[in-house]
Each structure stands twice: as C-alpha cells, then as structure tokens.
C-alpha cells in the first residue's frame, strides 16, 4: 500500500456530492446487478459519476478501499489489539521485526510508556498466540494482547 | 460456529480472494468477478449475502482516510469504567459522530487499568481534547480513570490478507 496517508487533502478536493459518498457509503453497498446505478440513484446521481468520483476518491487518497469489510473472527481466524513497551533506541529495530509478520495489519506509534501498537489479523484463532509469542522471541520484549470483548456502534461522519 | 466444518468454503475462500483487495468499478462488479471466477453473477451474489448474513462481511462499504480529511489529531482514548456499567456506556460512547471505533478489552492490571477504547479523531488535539471532555461528561463517576495515545506514526498499514494456500 503506498497511499499518502499522512497527506491532508485541499479543502476544495472534495465537494458536496463526494463528501455524501463517503457518509452514505460507509453503511453498505446494494447486492445487486447495478449496484453503483442503485447506490447512485439515493445519492441523486448516476452508476457512471459514482464510479468515476469512487475511482477518484481512491486515486487522491480520500479513501483507503472500497469492497467488502470481513470479520475476521467470523471467517475461522482472529483480531487482536497487541501493545508493547519499546525503548526508544530499539524502537526502529522492533518495528522492522514486528512488521516483518504478515499478520501485523496495522502498526502505530503513541504516545505512552506501550508506544507501539499494532493489530494482528491471523485466520486461525491460535495464530494470536502464535505471532506474539514469535515477536516476543525476536524482540526479547514482552507482547501484551487487548483482544475485543464487545463492540460498540462504528460511524464516521464527514461535513456533508 | 462447529469446530469442525470449515467457516468458508473453498468458492467462498476464492470469492473473497477476488475482493479483498477492493470490488472493482465497472457497472455490473458482481459479474465482473463471477466471470474471473468460472462462476455466475447471481452465485456471487447469493455468496457475498450469505457471507453478510452470517457476519464473515460486515458491509461493503469505503473506508475513509481520516487524516486526509483533515482528520489529522487521532486519539486513542482510554477509560477504566465499573465493569456493570460498561455495556450501557459503551453503547452511548460508540454513538458518538465523532467516535469511529469503542471496543470494550481486558485490563491488564497493575500496569493497565482500562477496559474501554474509544478513537477520538479531530483537526487538532485541542479538537480532540474537547471530545474526549465529552466522553468523560457521559462516564461522570462510572469512570476512575482515563488516559488518551495519539498516534505520532503510522509503521505499517494493510488490509485482512488471506493466505492463498
């Protein structure tokens, strides 16, 4: 993935009608034939400008995917929330080890004495334990996991 | 879910496989990947509702790039809040507009006194400090401490990849 993540977009990059794309769009997508001419036509526009705005929200970086969101857990395998607690002059040594796994899906750096957090996305539930047990053998630092016990309601909302 | 029957099967598995990275931007995207796949559109279809149904897909949806909305402060705010009182809570925390993300964990005492995530996203940290001041107005005395992580870096950033075997 080379998307700029870290990029603010101009705020002229979006307008009216983009920014209720990505309001009305993060809630599902018609299983239809048509879907985009079906999705279009509650936004007030047509199949072929819906494509063409999703292809260019894509293309600056306003979205980082369009699709199908799967449930890990649902599907046979795992999520977990890990942190540890790296020191800085090792911090950068630890990353490229932590990110080297395949099941590291996201990586970030916080601020706090955990300042390393990242989610790892196996598909079998035991891959969890597995991968931390391997960074902890790499890293000889401890992997704390924050696996989900409930979730609450997801929702973003741009200025529409 | 049995332990034993496999949660997807093998035309599921490659039907994700065709649209994980993205569903692709042509009028009739269901057929475009049935026609990848030696399969029809309405299989496709009648898979990809199934798999909905049974929660293997949340939606199909975009994922907007908070930070290049102008989303640029992003918190990880952290509660530790009577544990019979998380359910209710939490409810009303993750409704929030501006909370994209409330998840209830396990503490890890006694370094990690809290159980509940909520990412607070804004155009400046004073933006975001605002939020979490709401948040802490809807907990009141249910929560005995808190504490928020902003993201200083992103080091790696993927989707779910299923392996190809």
Known sequence: ??????????????????????????????????????????????????????GRLRDIGAITRFGPFFDAAE???????????VPPDQFDAVMTQVNAHPEVAHNYERTHALNMWFVLATDSPDGIDRTARAIENETGLRVMQFPKLEEYFIGFRVRA | MTPDAPVLDLVDRRIVQAT???LPLVEAPYAAVAADLGLTEAEVIARLGALQDRGAIR?????PNHYALGMTANGMSVWDVADDRVPALGAR??????VTHCYRRPRALPAWPYNLFAMLHGGSRAEVEEKRAQVAAILGDACRGADILYSTRILKKTGLRLRED
Do not use: K, W
């Open chain 2, 93 to 98: 925390i993750g409704a929030l507009p501006f």
């Open chain 2, 20 to 22: 994980q990275a993205g």
């Open chain 1, 1 to 54: 993935m080379t998307r700029p993540f870290r990029t603010v977009l101009p705020s002229d990059a979006l307008d009216e009608t983009d920014r209720a794309i990505i309001n009305a769009l993060q809630d599902g997508f018609p299983l239809t034939p048509r879907p985009y001419d079906d999705a279009g036509a509650a936004l007030g526009i047509t199949g072929a400008d819906l494509i063409a705005r999703l």
């Open chain 2, 59 to 63: 939606r199909i949806a975009v994922a």
């Open chain 1, 75 to 85: 599907m046979g395998g795992a999520f977990c929330l890990c942190a540890m607690a």
